[in-house]
């Protein structure tokens, strides 16, 4: 039988943004901003364009040499032009994909096209206890709420936490490594879609595919992701 390869469809991203600071006093300053960012999609996928806007608000401290202390605030909203649940399939050219009963259900909304609303919250602190040794510990907060995914992805909470250090035990030598752990919760709301075949009162058709809210289920999911690095420059 022939082998079948996994679709890589192209896009196009433009992107812009904007921001400005203000140093309020001494030890603090402010940074507002915002952006936008735009995606054009093959045919091939359901939305052929998406928007996605958002703002920043960032604010600096450094009360000494050896410390900095960075809290940033992102909301960010992504909105399309219309869903087209049958792109993909009016390019498949393999027979028995192209002759499934069953399909893509039209209320649902791929979690990477769909519209979307994310709230993020991002704290950096740097410190340098001595003039060759760094310390980042990092904390990140985001929620995205889908908001009109009646089927598939309907909101995801993420957090992560994590350290980076960097040491130069000579001047042109530095060693350097970190470790984040993240983890991410997921909903997801599915549907059980069973085709019959069989011609009855409820399926006069040679074939179909029933489809009822009753058969549908909300799944919660938890993944943990833990990354470690270690590496050396030399310049």
């Not at 600071?21 to 998406?50: F, K, M, N, Y």
């Not at 450094?62 to 049958?86: C, G, V």
Request: hydrophobic share 35%; aromatic share 12%.
């Amino acid at each position: 039988s022939e082998a079948h390869k996994a679709g890589r469809w192209s896009y196009i991203r433009h992107n812009a943004d904007v921001d400005g600071r203000w140093r309020i006093v001494q030890p603090v300053a402010l940074t507002l901003g915002a952006g936008w960012e735009r995606w054009d999609r093959s045919d091939h996928r359901e939305v052929p364009e998406s928007d996605e806007i958002f703002g920043k608000a960032a604010l600096d401290l450094t009360p000494w040499d050896w410390l900095l202390a960075k809290l940033k605030y992102m909301p960010s909203f992504r909105r399309i032009n219309k869903y087209n649940s049958r792109a993909h399939a009016l390019h498949t050219t393999t027979e028995e994909d192209a002759v499934s009963p069953q399909g893509q259900s039209f209320q649902l909304r791929k979690f990477d096209e769909g519209e979307r609303n994310r709230q993020r919250i991002d704290l950096l602190v740097q410190l340098m206890p001595t003039d060759t040794l760094t310390a980042t510990p990092t904390v990140g907060w985001r929620y995205d709420d889908y908001i009109r995914s009646t089927l598939g992805l309907q909101q995801e909470t993420s957090w992560s936490a994590g350290m980076d250090l960097n040491w130069m035990p000579v001047e042109r030598v530095s060693i350097f490594g970190g470790y984040v752990h993240e983890s991410i919760l997921q909903k997801q709301r599915s549907r059980y879609r069973p085709v019959v075949t069989t011609v009855t009162a409820q399926c006069p058709a040679p074939s179909c595919t029933f489809d009822f809210p009753d058969f549908e289920w909300i799944s919660v999911n938890t993944d943990t992701v833990d990354t470690y690095h270690l590496g050396v420059k030399v310049s």
